[in-house]
């Protein structure tokens, strides 16, 4: 009987647990279908608008984690702190004060312009999260179907084999016939054949010919040479997997900011890693939707994300404990425009003096997600440019006088680059 007795109060134990996991799971769910994607959506909204440059929900940045932070503290208290921290300071609150010491003094930007439904929205976002939806099984059916597509090299090798099947059984169809009887034709083949003959026999044709075949051979070895050292189009693979389309183009970052050494030196200058970490000290992950094009593939969040993380470790900035270890690293990028040695070129001669724009020489950087060579670069490109370019002479007049005389020399209203002096040999090569 005690065994019965056992046996029963196990059976109601796992019935009564099993029960328990069922409210859970069903709990568990309504909660999860009870989430306002509206109000989490513009609680996330405000989030990124105004907390993002110093808090995420799920590690410590400038400021705290502030997920779950309603748990922490009340709705009240977070009103208060988030609206005017330094007045909630002032009134003695004993958190608001150890918070400002904790962080040495930090002051939190006040948001008194938020409403209490802002606020609200908020820390709804912070306590919802992301809103992971399921993927839609049409576009894997869609992505299966575009699978079973035969790839397009095995579709011209189908069309090959079938133009050639047709010749065959186009030349069978001739013997046959001529087997039959039918009077032979010369067809292309006899044609070239008699022309051949034509050639061989005839003195004028070969030697016009050899000089032909000798100008061809010519043309294309001149123009092969001419191509050494010209690489137009380079586009070498960097260490990190920087986009100037996004910083120069949908951040309106100037180059010269990165390239600060342009105006005023030779060389644009490569920027160090701490210009890298102005910005990204605060700005650790890419937005959700960023997305990187390249020639071979497409980097998302997650592989983003970790290019900055390079940069981090270059800098020997710990992302965790939000200091400088001291542990840096060279970024050892890959030059893309290189001129010879016997070549001289001057940034600021150009940028500064001349008031042109970079993209002049190297194209349209801000639409590059990797930079390349857009320009030959050559000393014919160069000459043709200061041919073309009229001497700016707006705030110059040191070039005032010696302008007019030359426009009187060459009859023409204004002076260009070349007249000036820019074909002179000396004023690249010395």
Not at 197 to 211: A, C, D, P, S, Y
Not at 228 to 247: L, M, N, R, T, W
Not at 249 to 274: E, F, L, M, R, W
Request: charged content about 25%.
């Amino acid at each position: 009987m005690k065994s019965v007795n056992h046996h029963s109060r196990l059976t109601k134990t796992l019935v009564r647990s099993l029960a328990f996991f069922l409210v859970f799971l069903v709990s568990f769910s309504a909660f999860s279908q009870d989430i306002d994607e509206a109000r989490q959506k513009e609680g996330k909204k405000l989030f990124k608008s105004l907390c993002a440059s110093c808090h995420k929900l799920d590690k410590k940045l400038v400021g705290p984690a502030l997920a779950g932070v309603e748990e922490k503290r009340t709705n009240e208290w977070l009103k208060a702190w988030i609206k005017n921290n330094a007045e909630l300071r002032a009134s003695g609150d004993k958190d608001a004060i150890a918070i400002f010491e904790e962080y040495k003094g930090s002051n939190m930007t006040a948001f008194p312009q938020l409403t209490d439904q802002n606020v609200d929205d908020i820390l709804y976002y912070t306590t919802v999260g992301e809103i992971n939806k399921p993927a839609v099984a049409g576009a894997e059916v869609a992505g299966d179907s575009q699978g079973d597509q035969a790839p397009k090299w095995l579709l011209y090798i189908l069309a090959a084999a079938i133009v050639v099947a047709f010749l065959i059984i186009g030349g069978l169809l001739k013997t046959i016939s001529e087997l039959k009887g039918a009077p032979k034709t010369p067809g292309l083949m006899g044609q070239t054949a008699e022309l051949w003959e034509g050639i061989k026999q005839n003195t004028f044709l070969k030697v016009l010919t050899v000089i032909f075949g000798a100008l061809i051979a010519a043309y294309f070895l001149f123009g092969t040479l001419f191509k050494i050292g010209v690489d137009e189009g380079y586009q070498p693979i960097q260490p990190i997997a920087f986009s100037h389309k996004i910083h120069a183009g949908d951040n309106k970052i100037d180059c010269q900011y990165c390239h600060s050494s342009a105006k005023h030196s030779k060389t644009s200058g490569i920027p160090s890693v701490n210009v890298c970490m102005n910005c990204h000290k605060n700005i650790s992950e890419v937005a959700d939707d960023t997305k990187v094009v390249m020639d071979d593939h497409t980097l998302v969040k997650a592989d983003l994300d970790k290019e900055i993380a390079k940069i981090y470790d270059a800098a020997g900035w710990d992302a965790d404990k939000l200091e400088y270890t001291g542990n840096t690293k060279p970024v050892k990028w890959v030059r893309v425009h290189n001129l010879p040695d016997f070549a001289y070129f001057n940034h600021s001669q150009h940028v500064t003096v001349g008031g042109v724009a970079c993209q002049k020489c190297h194209g349209p950087v801000e639409e590059m997600e990797e930079v390349y060579q857009h320009s030959p670069l050559t000393m014919g490109w160069c000459i043709d440019c200061h041919k073309a370019t009229k001497v700016d002479l707006k705030g110059n007049e040191y070039y005032a006088k010696i302008h007019k005389e030359l426009a009187e020399k060459y009859g023409v209203e204004q002076v260009t680059i070349a007249q000036l002096g820019g074909k002179e040999c000396g004023k690249c090569h010395y």
